[in-house]
Antibody
Framework: QVQLVESGGGVVQPGRSLRLSCAASGFTFSRFAMHWVRQAPGKGLEWVAIVWSDGSHKYYADSVKGRFTISRDSSKNTLYLQMNSLRAEDTAVYYC?????????????????WGQGTLVTVSS | QSVLTQPPSVSGAPGQRVTISCTGSGSNIGAGHDVHWYQQLPRTAPKLLIYGNSNRPSGVPDRFSGSKSGTSASLAITGLQAEDEADYYCQSYDSSLSGVLFGGGTKLTVL
């Protein structure tokens, strides 16, 4: 069965860095684009970033552009989010989610499976 | 502030029908990009409920349906059940932002 397991969250001081990982299993990782989505405490969902299935294209929300980097390692079936220059407003649960290819006919940019999330708290 | 606008809350009695609207613009829903809906039960990850405007993934009851027209979309839930109490989010793609958008979310209360 499809599994996405995030790790790497924790408490970090403002201005420091953190790297999140998302281990994928139960599907052919290299076929799927992957996203990071976050949810601040008591707030709604906010899209963070996408990396295409082959890693050739990456796009970011304006709120994280220039500070966060999404990447993937298909040899390890793992998605990453490198977060630099962290701010208090980056405090959130971070989810990874997969995005089926067009051939799977799930529409454009649908997120069909999500991980359970990892909490990042930015505080001094 | 989300570019996709949803009502903050809706409510209904068991067995009733409720709808949740999602209003976008010409660069997202109105540009022809698909709308997807997610259900988030308390303290859990979001779950895909409707994809491609009106399609249900396997396992989602047919009490849930989606539609899209112009720059807006709607999620309808018929035969409300207590277990439907959750937050619901619409999502699309925005060409001008080159990114994915979520609505602000709607909290459904089953009275």
């Amino acid at each position: 069965q499809v599994q996405l397991v995030e790790s790497g969250g924790g408490v970090v001081q403002p201005g420091r860095s953190l790297r999140l990982s998302c281990a994928a299993s139960g599907f052919t990782f290299s076929r799927f684009a992957m996203h990071w989505v976050r949810q601040a405490p008591g707030k709604g969902l906010e899209w963070v970033a996408i990396v295409w299935s082959d890693g050739s294209h990456k796009y970011y929300a304006d709120s994280v552009k220039g500070r966060f980097t999404i990447s993937r390692d298909s040899s390890k079936n793992t998605l990453y989010l490198q977060m630099n220059s962290l701010r208090a407003e980056d405090t959130a649960v971070y989810y990874c989610a997969r995005d089926p290819p067009p051939s799977d006919d799930y529409g454009d940019y649908s997120l069909d499976y999500w991980g359970q999330g990892t909490l990042v708290t930015v505080s001094s | 502030q989300s570019v996709l606008t949803q009502p903050p809350s809706v409510s209904g009695a068991p067995g009733q029908r409720v709808t949740i609207s999602c209003t976008g613009s010409g660069s997202n829903i109105g540009a022809g990009h698909d709308v997807h809906w997610y259900q988030q039960l308390p303290r859990t990850a979001p779950k895909l409920l409707i994809y491609g405007n009106s399609n249900r993934p396997s396992g989602v009851p047919d009490r849930f349906s989606g539609s899209k027209s112009g720059t807006s979309a709607s999620l309808a839930i018929t035969g409300l059940q207590a277990e439907d109490e959750a937050d619901y989010y619409c999502q699309s793609y925005d060409s001008s932002l080159s990114g994915v958008l979520f609505g602000g979310g709607t909290k459904l209360t089953v009275l």
